[in-house]
């Protein structure tokens, strides 16, 4: 609220010259009085006389001297009130014209004494002559009281007019106080809103900068969504080559048999297909249904996965066979993260797979029985399975909501599996690959080909969803923003836990744990200890509360390795009811649909948010 100048007009000297100006009614009846005085002096001054007097008109001069005295100091004294200072001077002359007056009285007394002419010639003659300088006194008391009437009246106008000009100075000023005092307060309001438009135009254009890179980002994922898809359909286009190849080349058998030229251009390009096919991106096509395979690469795997966990059961079995126990534990041994018990190496077994077979003179174009079992042989030899097992006694507490159950004592065999899985290069050293075989595995360990490896195996690593939607769906501002689009841009990069940090290698702690350092958030190394820290620090949410960037954990609920809360896996929420995860059963970063909230094997534990 602007303050409010208040001002005041002072009066105290006005006052002052109103006293002074009523002067002039006390000069006009001093006036008067010596009028007055003059025509009784002259009326009685044959008829009253004092002793001490020698003549009525010495008698008269003393008395129109003592009023004129008398009313002269009156008026002095008035005046003296007055501190007009040209007041003060027409006060003086008029002591100075009865001084005056006083002398002349005194020669006329002094003549009267001294015997001069007779005494009735000298009475009329000093009569006539005190009563004419005594009427010319009078004249001139007046005249100098009239004219010290003037002065102070006009003493009296100027203070006016001085306080006039005061006044309206004091005014003058007022206003200009207040017209300042608006000025700075339009001027401060002109301030306060260019700074709050100033503020906005920078609100505003921080906002486009944030929708324009977003509008990037979104732009970059399409196109390299498009790059990818790009690929496939030069995948495909090639593939349709090679069938079409593959059926001209059936359809001119005979052609070629009958001989001709035509029949040297049918070689010559069946030729550069068989250089295609036989090389190591053959493996790529192999799943195709026109190559007349009796199996895909992806239902190999499935085949080999499925066998490895069949070898470690039995070899818990064969255990088990010589002895009787309440129950056979299998426990993993080792740091083991991922959501499946399958080694998740995959694409680096395929990869040694593909350049070992063609540099023996088998293309990997075709699978057969025998190529089964050549891809199953590197499998086991970068995958090797050790175990080790102990008998325990322990006792199983009774059923607290059964009152019939009683604690009781049982016999556990538990065999220990230990899983060492060996990434491309330590397993083309044991191989012994030559330079040019580790370039070919190199090309095909590239990023360029892991859609073409997920699709291989039958993955698709963005599980159905809309990769342009999910992003521009993500909250504008959010740290659970900046760490979705930082896992997002791993999709496809392949899982290995003792490769973790190593290349593009990840594991599902490694991921959750890479991304949320991009958004300047630290979290713990593993899964069971970024559950354990979550809930030490109570960052633990429900469900409902889920937003873009949370975390969620699954215990692996048949393990009895010790872990806390047997967490072994987890993912990062992106929204939608899905999830960015490393996944060892697909072996690689993939989205997923929320999964395992009421599992048998693998359920989920809690959701957090370490980064509030």
């Not at 070689?267 to 036989?278: H, K």
């Not at 689009?485 to 744990?513: F, I, M």
Request: net charge positive; with cysteine; charged share 25%.
């Amino acid at each position: 609220m602007p303050k409010v100048i208040k001002t005041r007009d002072t009066v105290k000297d006005v006052k002052t010259f109103d006293r002074a100006a009523n002067v002039s009614a006390h000069m006009k009846n001093a006036t008067i009085k010596s009028k007055e005085i003059a025509e009784s002096a002259d009326r009685q001054a044959e008829q009253t006389q004092d002793a001490g007097q020698n003549s009525p008109s010495g008698y008269a001069s003393d008395k129109m001297t003592d009023g004129a005295k008398k009313t002269t100091d009156g008026a002095v004294r008035v005046i003296k009130k007055n501190p007009v200072k040209k007041a003060s001077e027409n006060i003086n002359k008029v002591k100075d014209n009865i001084q005056e007056v006083k002398r002349q009285g005194q020669k006329i007394k002094n003549a009267v004494k001294g015997g001069q002419p007779k005494k009735e010639m000298v009475k009329r003659a000093v009569d006539r002559r005190t009563a004419s300088r005594a009427r010319q006194t009078a004249d001139k008391t007046v005249k100098t009281v009239q004219k010290s009437e003037k002065t102070i009246k006009q003493a009296a106008r100027g203070a006016d007019k001085t306080i006039k000009t005061a006044s309206k100075t004091v005014k003058g000023t007022a206003k200009a106080t207040q017209r300042t005092v608006k000025t700075a307060e339009q001027t401060s309001k002109v301030a306060i809103k260019t700074t709050k438009q100033t503020v906005k135009a920078t609100q505003r254009a921080a906002q486009a900068a944030v929708r324009t890179a977003k509008m990037a980002a979104q732009t970059a994922k399409v196109a390299a969504k498009a790059a990818v898809q790009g690929a496939k359909i030069a995948a495909k286009v090639l593939m349709a080559t090679i069938k079409a190849i593959i059926a001209a080349a059936k359809a001119l058998i005979a052609a070629i048999a009958a001989g001709g030229w035509i029949a040297v251009l049918i070689i010559l390009l069946i030729c550069l297909v068989a250089m295609l096919v036989g090389s190591v991106f053959g493996v790529f096509f192999s799943g195709d249904e026109a190559v007349g395979n009796s199996m895909t690469i992806s239902q190999a795997v499935t085949q080999i996965n499925d066998g490895f966990q069949a070898d470690i059961q039995a070899r818990a079995d064969a255990l088990a066979a010589h002895g009787s126990y309440d129950e056979v534990r299998i426990v993993y041994e080792g740091d083991l993260e991922g959501d499946s018990d399958a080694p998740n190496n995959w694409t680096d077994v395929l990869t040694i797979y593909s350049v070992k077979t063609t540099s023996e003179d088998m293309e990997v174009l075709t699978f057969d029985e025998e190529r089964l079992a050549l891809l199953k042989d590197v499998f086991n030899q970068m995958n090797q399975v050790s175990t080790c097992h102990e008998v325990i006694r322990e006792t199983v507490p009774a059923d607290p909501f059964s009152p019939s159950s009683q604690s009781r004592t049982q016999t556990v065999l538990i065999v220990y599996v230990t899983v060492i899985s060996q990434a491309y290069k330590e397993a083309a050293a044991h191989y012994g690959f030559t330079e040019e075989q580790m370039e070919l595995a190199e090309e095909l360990m590239s990023p360029e080909y892991y859609t073409l490896f997920a699709s291989l195996m039958g993955v698709d690593i963005t599980g159905g969803a809309d990769l342009t939607q999910i992003i521009s769906n993500l909250p504008l501002g959010e740290r659970g923003t900046v760490i979705v689009e930082a896992a997002l841009t791993r999709l496809g990069h392949p899982y290995s836990q003792p490769e973790r940090g190593s290349g593009n290698y990840v594991d599902c702690s490694y991921l959750a744990r890479w991304a949320y350092a991009q958004a300047g958030v630290t979290i713990p190394g593993t899964s069971d200890t970024q559950a354990k820290y979550c809930y030490d620090n109570s960052y633990n949410i429900g469900k409902s509360e889920l937003q873009p960037g949370d975390l969620i954990f699954w215990s692996k609920l048949s393990c009895h390795c010790g872990r806390w809360n047997e967490i072994h896996h987890v993912g990062i929420y992106i929204g939608d009811n899905k999830v960015v995860e490393a996944s060892s059963s697909k072996g690689r970063v993939v989205i997923s649909e929320l999964w395992g909230e009421n599992g048998t094997k693998w359920r989920i534990h809690s959701y957090a948010r370490p980064y509030v």
